[in-house]
């Protein structure tokens, strides 16, 4: 084990007990529905993570429906059925698509770090809590002014050209409130962690949180660039109207092909790797390592996005090394995480609960992703050898991997990946988000139905993509059976997808409306699991000084209201007085 790694006994367990700085009962106003007036103003970061959590997974639920619709339709490539026309198909595939990364995945991991971030770190608040509301509203107008500009014949293949402008400010804004909100998560960590925490002890999850929060702020204004450069394209006549559609459905490309779209499968791990920890009863042993494993899975991410900001207006570009590099290497940092994790499945006690299984199917379906990453570098590579050794290797396979619907391949099991990590870090914490616990029996259809949906949309991707179907949201010119049948696997995929967005929702209605047990079903190693369930406004009675990455293990460590403890020795004075 190197020397920078935080080592736990085995006799260590998250079972261990340590008394809150108060209990549910004890502050009843932490669990009672704010007002209208008050969420609008709301400066409470478990009120606004909660307000991010309803309304992702409802747009969630809602791209996944578009997409399986839009899936459906591409099973039968003989005419059109749903849509009228091609532009028509595009729009479904295209406000599919953009729901579910930029309306649902994406916000419903920001809604998590908002939430946990502050109480892992023993902070009294989220920095910049009314910034992250703000960011919040603004990205749910922008939402909803993205869904209007498809439905008025906007968006990239629409034929009014206001409304595809207005398709791209509405994204651009979208992108830009998620940036406000990973800043407001960055700076938390970086400058609200209670004394004893330092950068490197900081639990795993929050950790996952920050590096996706950097990569994110650092990533995310290219894609604004390429929305700005779209508006004024459209706007002002650069951009031939017979161009738009490709161009303009090319702007996402770069976030949502591999290996940029690895991104979602950062907070994915880091909440697999919290869950193993609790579920087992077993910290996990490599602290450090899962750290710099994340780390590394963020670089790629980035890289993957910035080498990509040559894509705009043009097919993908194979040829790149750089990106052929990454394709190649991306599992290693995946596979590592899990190999860490791994020690505790091994040497814990498993328990069969929604957040163990979620997190480990996440963290299996996204190495399966990385992996079908890999084949994507066959085409450059080929091409390489047969231009520059004269390898006369055949192309046509290669080919294949490289311009159809393979790519579909990857973006499906990222997708899949991260409803299993948003299943996983609900169920974990869902008693601390609404005190209620949801129920496990829905949770775990949920993951199944999230693993399985991601793996059969994958396998049809692969399918179709070998039957020569071209790159999405094209429509193939001559239609063949491998095609279809690929596709139709692919919209059954997504609407297995669709299946366990839905369980999610309806565990998170029943979790607001107050069903569900109220008794605390488990608790961890790191400082939330040290106050109320929901927790109180300020969260800590006094912020807690730590010395480990588990302060719960410490011997000793205990949070003290000191109004309490000054009542307790004035009982005791008191007591003497009599006694004398």
């Not at 606004?48 to 619709?69: D, K, P, Q, T, Y």
């Not at 980035?302 to 207006?313: K, P």
């Not at 006369?392 to 391949?409: K, Q, V």
Request: glycine share 12%; hydrophobic share 55%; aromatic share 8%.
């Amino acid at each position: 084990m190197p020397p920078t790694d935080t080592a736990v006994t085995d006799s260590a367990s998250t079972e261990a007990h340590v008394e809150p700085a108060m209990s549910s009962s004890d502050d009843m106003s932490a669990a009672t529905p704010l007002a209208v007036g008050d969420v609008i103003t709301t400066g409470d970061h478990k009120a606004i993570g909660r307000m991010w959590i309803g309304a992702s997974s409802l747009f969630l639920l809602a791209g996944l429906a578009v997409g399986a619709i839009a899936g459906f339709e591409h099973a039968d490539l003989s005419g059109f059925a749903i849509a009228k026309d091609a532009d028509q198909f595009t729009q479904l595939w295209s406000l599919g698509r953009d729901l579910v990364m930029f309306g649902g995945i994406v916000p419903l991991f920001v809604a998590l770090a908002i939430t946990v971030v502050p109480l892992q770190v023993g902070a009294s608040a989220l920095a910049f809590s009314r910034g992250a509301a703000a960011a919040f509203w603004t990205w749910l107008v922008s939402t909803g002014i993205l869904i209007l500009s498809y439905v008025m014949n906007g968006g990239p293949s629409g034929g009014q050209t206001d409304f595809v402008v207005l398709w791209a400010l509405a994204l651009a804004a979208m992108l830009l409130s998620i940036v406000w909100a990973l800043i407001c998560i960055a700076t938390t960590v970086l400058g609200a962690r209670t004394a004893g925490m330092k950068l490197e002890r900081v639990p795993i999850t929050t950790w996952g949180f920050f590096v996706f929060a950097i990569t994110g702020i650092l990533a995310l204004p290219i894609i604004i660039g390429e929305l700005g450069l779209a508006y004024l394209d459209v706007k002002y006549g650069y951009l031939p109207t017979d161009d738009t559609r490709g161009i303009l459905v090319g702007v996402m490309n770069s976030v949502s092909f591999a290996p940029a779209i690895y991104w979602l499968g950062i907070p994915t791990l880091a909440i697999a790797v919290d869950a193993i920890s609790t579920h087992t009863g077993r910290p996990v042993r490599f602290h450090r390592s899962v750290m710099v494993a994340l780390g590394i899975l963020a670089a790629y991410a980035f890289a993957g996005d910035f080498f990509s900001f040559s894509w705009r207006g043009r097919p993908v570009a194979l040829d790149n090394g750089a990106l052929v590099l990454l394709w190649l290497v991306s599992s290693i940092p995946v596979l590592a995480t899990l190999a860490f994790a791994g020690e505790s499945l091994k040497k814990g006690t498993f328990k069969v609960r929604t957040p163990l299984i979620a997190g480990l199917f996440g963290g299996l379906v996204l190495l399966l992703g990385t992996a079908i990453g890999i084949l994507l570098a066959v085409a450059p590579i080929i091409g390489f050898l047969n231009t520059n050794f004269d390898a006369g290797i055949n192309p046509d396979s290669a080919w294949i991997l490289g311009r159809t619907s393979f790519h579909e391949a990857s973006r499906g099991l990222l997708v899949g990946a991260g409803l299993l990590g948003a299943i996983a870090g609900l169920n974990h914490w869902g008693h601390k988000i609404w005190g209620r616990v949801f129920d496990d029996r829905i949770g775990l259809l949920a993951a199944l139905a999230a693993a399985g949906g991601g793996v059969v949309m994958g396998a049809g991707a692969i399918v179709s993509g070998f039957a020569e179907q071209p790159m999405l949201p094209a429509i193939a010119e001559s239609a063949t059976t491998g095609m279809e049948t690929g596709n139709l696997i692919a919209a059954i995929g997504t609407a297995l997808l669709a299946g366990g967005a839905a369980l999610l929702v309806l565990q998170v209605l029943a979790a607001s409306a107050g069903a569900g047990s109220s008794v605390e079903p488990w608790r961890g190693v790191t400082l939330e699991w040290a106050t109320a369930s929901p927790p109180p406004i300020g969260n800590f009675a006094v912020a807690p000084v730590v010395a480990s990455a588990t302060p719960l293990l410490e011997e000793g460590f205990a949070i003290v209201d000191p109004d309490a403890e000054e009542a307790s020795n004035e009982e005791a004075t008191d007591a003497e007085e009599v006694s004398a």
